[in-house]
């Protein structure tokens, strides 16, 4: 079985620090990695996808992929209140997306 | 593009009752998914259509569970003789083949409390 995972936090940082969220996945043959955020009792929306391994910068969010270690990570720089949500890794497994079970950040003013 | 819709939103019943939920999504996305999600839980994929076939179900979807595409636009999912296990936020996501980044668009999920 496929498996995406996360560590359900919550992750705590002072505003203005920087947050860094991890995941790892089992399927080395995956190609595609998504990060959502979804707000308390609301769906899940996209911040970024990211293919190649490297860096991938939107903003204040950064993707991190490295393929050999099966490993991906968010980095959020500036964090603010207002991104405090849990954060859903998912990795394209043909035709749907699989979702590891999300981090809960917590920013404080 | 008004984005995916799902109604409704919220609904309680009673252990052993039938609920239907409808989606209706983004109009030129051929593909449309169910998920099911609990609290402290990510998403969990119950099945997926292309137009109007099921392609593929989940082990999670049980025989109690029924969904359908008739016309390749809305979809419904029907739960017959409901338990209290599947209380649920039950999410519709939908995407499209023409040049997909893999990207699935939610609707706000329809919330299933059984009592």
């Known amino acids: 079985q496929k498996e995406v995972e996360q560590n359900s936090g919550p992750l705590s940082v002072p505003e203005g620090a920087i947050a860094s969220l991890n995941c790892t996945y089992s399927d080395r043959g995956s190609q595609s990695f998504f990060w959502y955020r979804q707000y308390s009792g609301k769906s899940p929306e996209l911040i970024m996808f990211?293919?190649?391994?490297g860096d991938k910068e939107d903003g204040r969010f950064t993707a991190q992929l490295n393929k050999a270690s099966q490993y991906v990570s968010l980095l959020i720089r500036d964090s603010q209140p207002s991104d405090s949500a849990t954060y859903l890794c998912a990795v394209k497994t043909p035709p749907t997306l699989t979702f590891g079970k999300g981090t809960m950040l917590l920013v404080s003013p | 593009d008004t984005g995916v819709s799902q109604n409704p939103r919220h609904k309680i019943t009673k252990r052993g009752q039938n609920v239907t939920f409808r989606c209706d999504p983004i109009?030129?996305?051929?593909?449309l998914y169910w998920y099911r999600q609990t609290l402290g839980q990510g998403p969990e994929f119950l099945t997926y259509?292309?137009?109007?076939?099921?392609?593929?179900k989940s082990r999670l979807l049980s025989d109690r569970f029924s969904a359908e595409r008739p016309k390749g636009s809305f979809s419904t999912l029907e739960i017959q003789r409901t338990e209290q296990g599947d209380s649920a936020m039950y999410l519709c996501?939908?995407?499209?083949?023409?040049?997909?980044?893999?990207?699935?668009?939610f609707g706000e999920g329809s919330r299933l409390t059984v009592l």
């Open positions: 109009s030129e996305h051929n593909r």
């Open positions: 996501a939908s995407s499209s083949t023409q040049g997909n980044t893999g990207e699935l668009f």
């Open positions: 259509f292309q137009n109007e076939a099921q392609l593929e």
């Open positions: 990211i293919y190649s391994n």
